[in-house]
């Protein structure tokens, strides 16, 4: 497996000095100003230490200068500079240095935050990736736990050989740091990206299979959902991986960071605004809304799909209306056991509250209480 | 504190039986039959036409290839703490009695007046576990917990298809934290599963219930505690709704060890309930032998349990087989006896008084235990937060130790052995916790068993930050090193038996 290595030199300097992120140069300037000490090159070194450690003079492609070499200086490693490129201190480094090992490498470590995984994800679509969580802000899966856990899985990776890691889908996410500022918390899907698992050893006793393919789990209850439904109704989709298995479950593809609205017997809209949506439902009488969780926070509404507008939702008949997709592993990880609303229309958002069954499976619902945000 | 030793088990070069022995070898020699004796022509049908593939040895030499083998394992005697096993000893003396010709010579088959004893042993351990559950009935068919779960939803099934309600009963509502055979044998009889999440008090909200159950719903299945330990102080009010549902509750005592002679699953309202006769009732599990989950029901229910059951009219025991709505066969016959009567003799043993005795001790037992553990550096109890006691086990995490290491519980797992103990258990899938394990102190295990057990965990949690590869690459002490697994994810290279090695490898 060959590896790249991309650090953000710049990744969470503005959470000590709170300010929420490190989006853009003016807030990278203001955070020095404050204070603020850069951390992610220090913390790559330490993943790197304990890759060295475990894998003595494995070879790895770098970025230049403070993106990467230099924080491997002196560890065991065959470290390959790519080619010096002036570094102008924004996201456009991290999209060059990706884009230029793109062919080269297998999997690419990067030290950053959430803004640095959109950089690698939008640089080099498919290729698999591992983040070293470094930002203020990381509500993406592809960060390992610490800089230690990502040493180790990077050694564990190496050691197991190929054809004994699997990769898995998971979501770039990323939070709008001004709202944020602004006590406001706005998550966003900007794609999926696709991670190394850790190599799966033996459970030790009661020998169980390994765990269950979650997303084929939704895969079935999408088929469900459109085997429910009359053949005239309206089903407005997405945006996210889940809620889109109802577009793929009709032989179409999901706009995965959009809106899409469908009938079962046609593709009636795709990455559909608002305005559409209203017009759509004004003319159907019946609709389903089918809607997807976000990562940790668990919002369905109100988050990357204001396009849903709160008329729109009225309009289609409110919680009845709403079918949620989600694996149970992402209801798992919430960081509070609900779900949340923030139609932009407090009486709305209270009508939606209350538990609803979010659909994890083939037969299978979880109850999830729904809360006004 | 002290610091474990490390032990060194025996590692024999011990082939495959059917890779020893040579020609002509023979463990017997038996006479030829007497002339005198008539001679039996068995039908050409049955005859077979070659020899069996058997592996020619001595007897001394079977003895000698089984010893070694027994010494290459832990042996299920160590000190195991294998969290929702509960762990027990298994009496020698139970185990003689179900060797006794009485029970190991008889068969199903026999005309009941010949099968009065251990009819009479059935029917007195159903009577032992109706005055534990207050259920009017119980049936030993089940071949383990998860046969006894699925027990009830065919049960529910049958239940429902008499009342007509069922095609419009149609859903199973569970917790999340539930053991998984609850959703996955409701499944399996046609439900769909309804899963509640554990929210803040570690336990699913009441509320959560009340928005689940329906019109809809046929069957509400909770063990209580669940693994995470805590016992849901609501549950009256659980079986309240889900009976103004109209809907059956059943409850899974999987995790009976810390309430047993506590509570009644009837007087709390349920109307079923399962216990493990291989776990807490003291008969064996796993490499031991077979399981025996025990399904015991209210009158309203018994109609439909599975047949035969054993009845006693005067002073004779009988098998009732005229069931008409019986839910049908489980399992064959009466399920596993022997472990019945193993069970019974661990209940008669015990009695009233020494089975409410060990609930208290397994519950200060498994508090002591967290006690302890909650003293390791980087050892966490899941939900911190929460402050309502735990019974006899519950969820613990390595989380810190593997951020901080690298080394994960299945790491542990494996150099647990190097030091004698049984690996530990992590979780019941979905893990909701990271790193899991889940520890379990019943009553059978001394202070100085526990103390071992947690002295074994610090010291591996000192060696994952001193020499994290050697935890990673244990055992080192054991017959068989550590495995790569890789051969589980392809079925052309399971070999479960000599014939399909050869057929898949020679």
Sequence with gaps: ?373 | MTTPREIQTARWNEPVIHQLGREGARGQRFPAPEAELPRVTLPESIMRTDRPDLPELTEFEVQRHFLHLSQMTLGMMGVSLFGTCTMKYNSKTAEYATLRPELAEIHPYQHPDTLQGVLEILHDFDLILRSLSGMDQFVFQAGGGADAAYTMTAVARAYWADRGELETRTEMVTSIQAHPCNPATAAAAGFKVVNLPLEENGYPSLDALKAAVSERTALVMINNPDDMGIYNPEIKEWVRVAKEAGALIFYDHANFNGVMGKLSARELGFDACMFMLHKTFGAPKAGGGPAVGAYGCTDQLAPYMPAPLVVKTGDRYALDDDRPKSCGKIREFWGNVPQVVKAYAWARGMGAEGIDLASDISVVANNYMDHRLAQIDGVVRSNPDITAPRMEMTRWSLAPVFEETGVGTFDFANRMADYGIDPWWMSHEPWLVPEPFTPEAGELWSKADIDLWIDVVAQIVREARETPDLVKSAPHNQPVAQLKGDVFEDPEKWAMTWRAYLRKFA
């Design chain 1, 1 to 373: 497996m060959r590896l790249g290595v991309v650090i953000n030199p710049v990744a969470g300097l503005g959470g000590a000095v709170g300010l929420k992120g490190t989006d853009g140069r003016d807030i990278v300037t203001e955070a020095l100003r404050r204070g603020a000490e850069p951390q992610s090159g220090l913390r790559a070194r330490h993943a790197f230490e304990i890759l060295a450690r475990a894998c003595p003079g494995v070879s790895v492609l770098a970025g230049p200068g403070q993106a990467g070499v230099d924080w491997l200086t002196g560890l065991d490693l065959d470290v390959q500079i790519l080619p010096a490129q002036p570094l102008l201190g924004t996201g456009a480094d991290t999209r060059e240095m990706v884009a230029a090992m793109r062919g080269q490498i297998d999997l690419i470590v990067f030290a950053g935050g959430d803004g640095t995984a959109r950089d690698v994800l939008a640089a080099a679509p498919g290729l698999p990736m591992l983040g070293i969580p470094c930002g203020v802000k990381m509500h993406s899966g592809v960060f390992a736990l610490s800089p230690s856990t990502a040493g180790h899985l990077l050694a564990d990776l190496l050691a197991a050989g190929a054809g004994r890691s699997s990769l898995s889908e998971v979501e770039i996410m990323d939070i709008d740091e001004a709202a944020l500022r602004a006590g406001h918390i706005a998550p966003r899907l900007y794609g999926v990206a696709s991670v190394p698992s850790r190599p799966r050893r033996m459970q030790a006793a009661k020998g169980q299979p390994g765990p269950r393919d979650d997303q084929a789990a939704l895969a079935l209850a999408a088929q469900e959902i459109v085997a429910g439904v009359s053949s005239d109704t309206l089903l407005i989709v997405g945006p996210g991986r889940s809620a889109g298995q109802v577009i793929s479950a009709l032989g179409h593809v999901p706009t995965l960071l959009g809106v899409d609205a469908v009938t079962p017997g046609a593709l009636i809209a795709q990455d559909a605004c608002a305005e559409t949506l209203k017009a759509l439902v004004a003319q159907t009488s019946e609709t389903r809304i089918v809607l997807g969780v976000t990562g940790q926070q668990g919002f369905v509404l109100g988050r990357g799909n204001q396009q849903i507008h709160a008329d729109v939702i009225r309009a289609a008949g409110g919680r009845g209306a709403l079918e949620i997709l989600a694996t149970r592993t992402k209801l798992a990880a919430l960081a509070q056991p609900c779900l949340w609303v923030d139609t932009g229309c407090a009486a709305l958002d209270q009508s939606l509250s209350g538990y609803v069954r979010v659909r994890t499976g083939p037969g299978e619902t979880q109850m999830m209480r729904i809360r006004a945000a």
